[in-house]
């Protein structure tokens, strides 16, 4: 008994070592696979962000030309009145 205990107590820590050392390895290689770029680009909605793009660029210059809007927030706020009712005692 006292002979597997000795075996176990200086094998296993190099058994784990050799564990380690290959899972770093297999981890490096997956992250050597990884970094490649794809063979393939999906661009199936550029048109549909050119088409926002330009929708919102439209609507920016819009509402930078009328003068009668609001254009900032703290405007917008002075402008609206609002009543505070105190409910309850």
Request: charged share 25%; no cysteine; hydrophobic share 40%.
């Amino acid at each position: 008994m006292s002979g597997l205990s000795t075996l176990l107590a200086l094998g296993m820590p190099f058994a784990m070592i050799a564990g380690a050392i290959a899972a770093w390895r297999l981890s490096k290689r997956e992250q050597h696979l990884d970094a490649s770029p794809p063979a393939w680009r999906d661009d199936s909605l550029d048109e549909w962000r050119r088409e926002r793009d330009a929708a919102a660029e439209a609507e920016r210059a819009a509402r930078a030309a009328s003068p009668g809007t609001l254009t900032t927030g703290q405007a917008r706020d002075e402008a609206e009145t609002s009543t505070h009712q105190r409910i309850g005692g």
